[in-house]
């Protein structure tokens, strides 16, 4: 899917492989998140506690030493909220493999799509690289801040390419 090449709109071919990478890139976040999901999903019949006293006594952790017990404690708490991570998680990759088939595809909505979602993480990583610097938060800004810059140009693009016809 991720090296198939067409030509929709008048897009330069280095931003339509640029486009095309970043399509690629979200199908990967979408099937990895999809498979999180499905494990999540996995585990909603399970019983987490036990299965938390089992890791602690596989360690050999003290049940009743501090972050064991807090370990424990939230296993025996977080059976509710495990449906709702799941299908928070598959909301999530439907969103960014329909992101991925509509930037693979060349659609305006995909590009808007990408710009925006990719420009609301960029304070919050910003925020993030201020309070705690790292190299790793660094390179995730950098690409986001690439990421919206690739989709803005190619919406300026294809708003000159209707323009002039």
């Not at 999540?40 to 003290?62: G, P, T, Y």
């Not at 799941?86 to 305006?108: D, H, M, N, P, Q």
């Not at 995909?110 to 190299?135: D, F, I, K, N, T």
Request: glycine share 4%; charged share 15%.
């Amino acid at each position: 899917m991720c090296t198939r090449m067409s030509s929709t709109h008048a897009t330069r071919p280095s931003s339509r492989r640029a486009i095309r990478a970043i399509a690629c890139v979200e199908a990967a976040k979408g099937v990895i998140v999809l498979l999180a999901a499905t494990g999540l999903a996995s585990m909603v019949h399970e019983d987490l506690h036990q299965l938390a006293v089992r890791l602690v006594a596989h360690f050999h952790l003290n049940p009743a030493a501090e972050y064991p017990h807090i370990f424990l404690d939230a296993a025996a708490h977080w059976q509710p909220r495990l449906v709702w991570l799941a299908l928070g998680a598959a909301v999530y990759a439907t969103l960014r493999l329909v992101e991925a088939y509509g930037l693979f595809w060349e659609r305006a909505w995909a590009e808007w799509l990408a710009a925006v979602s990719g420009g609301v993480y960029v304070p919050v990583e910003l925020v993030e690289l201020m309070r705690q610097p790292s190299a790793l938060g660094l390179a995730v800004l950098t690409v986001n801040v690439v990421v919206v810059a690739v989709m803005v140009r190619a919406l300026v693009q294809r708003r000159r390419s209707e323009a002039a016809v």
